[in-house]
Nanobody, 124 residues
Framework: QVQLVESGGGLVQAGGSLRLSCAASGSSFSMYAMGWFRQAPGKEREFVAVISWSGGTTHATDSGKGRFTVPRDNAKNTVYLQMNSLKPEDTAVYYC?????????????????WGQGTQVTVSS
Protein backbone atom coordinates (compact mmCIF):
# COMPACT_ATOMS: atom_id res chain seq x y z
CA GLN A 1 0.00 0.00 0.00
CA VAL A 2 1.30 3.42 -0.94
CA GLN A 3 0.93 6.34 1.42
CA LEU A 4 1.59 9.95 0.49
CA VAL A 5 1.95 12.62 3.16
CA GLU A 6 2.10 16.30 2.25
CA SER A 7 3.48 19.04 4.44
CA GLY A 8 4.64 22.63 4.17
CA GLY A 9 1.40 24.47 3.59
CA GLY A 10 0.46 27.62 5.45
CA LEU A 11 -0.40 31.28 5.23
CA VAL A 12 1.81 33.54 3.13
CA GLN A 13 1.54 37.04 1.74
CA ALA A 14 1.23 37.65 -1.97
CA GLY A 15 4.65 37.58 -3.58
CA GLY A 16 5.99 35.13 -1.04
CA SER A 17 7.17 31.55 -1.42
CA LEU A 18 6.34 28.14 -0.03
CA ARG A 19 7.82 24.71 -0.54
CA LEU A 20 5.48 21.78 -0.20
CA SER A 21 6.82 18.30 0.46
CA CYS A 22 5.28 14.94 -0.30
CA ALA A 23 6.80 11.90 1.37
CA ALA A 24 5.93 8.53 -0.10
CA SER A 25 6.06 5.11 1.45
CA GLY A 26 7.11 2.02 -0.47
CA SER A 27 10.13 0.98 -2.50
CA SER A 28 8.86 1.82 -5.96
CA PHE A 29 8.77 5.60 -5.65
CA SER A 30 11.59 6.15 -8.12
CA MET A 31 9.78 4.21 -10.84
CA TYR A 32 6.81 6.59 -11.05
CA ALA A 33 6.14 10.09 -12.18
CA MET A 34 4.53 12.24 -9.50
CA GLY A 35 1.91 14.91 -9.84
CA TRP A 36 0.61 17.90 -7.90
CA PHE A 37 -3.00 19.08 -8.00
CA ARG A 38 -4.97 21.69 -6.14
CA GLN A 39 -8.58 22.38 -5.26
CA ALA A 40 -9.97 25.75 -4.30
CA PRO A 41 -13.33 26.12 -2.49
CA GLY A 42 -16.21 25.59 -4.88
CA LYS A 43 -13.93 24.57 -7.74
CA GLU A 44 -12.89 21.30 -9.28
CA ARG A 45 -9.50 19.76 -8.59
CA GLU A 46 -7.02 21.02 -11.16
CA PHE A 47 -3.58 20.01 -12.37
CA VAL A 48 -0.61 22.00 -11.10
CA ALA A 49 2.57 20.20 -12.12
CA VAL A 50 4.09 16.81 -12.87
CA ILE A 51 7.61 15.39 -12.80
CA SER A 52 8.93 12.27 -14.51
CA TRP A 53 10.41 9.39 -12.54
CA SER A 54 13.96 10.57 -13.22
CA GLY A 55 13.24 14.24 -12.69
CA GLY A 56 14.38 14.93 -16.23
CA THR A 57 11.02 16.14 -17.43
CA THR A 58 8.65 18.48 -15.67
CA HIS A 59 5.51 20.26 -16.75
CA ALA A 60 3.51 22.94 -15.03
CA THR A 61 0.18 24.49 -15.77
CA ASP A 62 0.32 27.83 -17.60
CA SER A 63 -0.49 29.74 -14.44
CA GLY A 64 2.46 28.11 -12.70
CA LYS A 65 5.12 28.33 -15.39
CA GLY A 66 7.97 30.50 -14.29
CA ARG A 67 6.75 30.38 -10.67
CA PHE A 68 6.42 26.69 -9.75
CA THR A 69 9.10 24.00 -9.92
CA VAL A 70 8.85 20.32 -9.04
CA PRO A 71 12.10 18.84 -7.78
CA ARG A 72 12.25 15.31 -6.44
CA ASP A 73 14.70 13.33 -4.32
CA ASN A 74 14.35 9.63 -5.06
CA ALA A 75 16.78 8.72 -2.30
CA LYS A 76 14.36 10.29 0.19
CA ASN A 77 11.15 9.15 -1.54
CA THR A 78 10.09 12.77 -1.60
CA VAL A 79 8.76 15.15 -4.22
CA TYR A 80 8.47 18.89 -3.70
CA LEU A 81 6.48 21.76 -5.08
CA GLN A 82 8.42 25.00 -4.89
CA MET A 83 6.07 27.93 -5.32
CA ASN A 84 7.38 31.45 -5.80
CA SER A 85 5.67 34.78 -6.44
CA LEU A 86 2.48 33.44 -4.93
CA LYS A 87 -0.84 35.08 -5.76
CA PRO A 88 -4.15 35.08 -3.88
CA GLU A 89 -5.60 32.91 -6.65
CA ASP A 90 -3.12 30.19 -5.69
CA THR A 91 -5.08 29.67 -2.48
CA ALA A 92 -6.22 26.04 -2.38
CA VAL A 93 -5.67 22.65 -0.86
CA TYR A 94 -2.68 21.08 -2.60
CA TYR A 95 -2.42 17.34 -3.19
CA CYS A 96 0.39 15.15 -4.40
CA UNK A 97 -0.50 12.01 -6.29
CA UNK A 98 1.04 8.91 -7.85
CA UNK A 99 -0.29 7.72 -11.18
CA UNK A 100 -1.69 4.27 -11.80
CA UNK A 101 0.99 3.69 -14.41
CA UNK A 102 4.60 4.81 -14.42
CA UNK A 103 4.23 7.85 -16.64
CA UNK A 104 2.73 11.14 -15.57
CA UNK A 105 -0.47 12.75 -16.72
CA UNK A 106 -2.32 16.04 -16.52
CA UNK A 107 -5.58 14.30 -15.67
CA UNK A 108 -6.52 13.48 -12.09
CA UNK A 109 -8.28 10.36 -13.37
CA UNK A 110 -4.91 8.79 -14.16
CA UNK A 111 -3.75 8.93 -10.55
CA UNK A 112 -4.35 6.11 -8.12
CA UNK A 113 -2.85 7.28 -4.84
CA TRP A 114 -3.43 10.66 -3.21
CA GLY A 115 -2.17 12.42 -0.14
CA GLN A 116 -4.47 14.05 2.39
CA GLY A 117 -3.74 17.54 1.13
CA THR A 118 -2.16 20.62 2.65
CA GLN A 119 -3.77 24.06 2.79
CA VAL A 120 -2.06 27.00 1.11
CA THR A 121 -3.52 30.44 1.77
CA VAL A 122 -2.14 33.52 0.04
CA SER A 123 -3.24 36.85 1.45
CA SER A 124 -3.36 40.01 -0.63
Amino acid sequence: QVQLVESGGGLVQAGGSLRLSCAASGSSFSMYAMGWFRQAPGKEREFVAVISWSGGTTHATDSGKGRFTVPRDNAKNTVYLQMNSLKPEDTAVYYCARPTYYSGSLSSRDYEYWGQGTQVTVSS
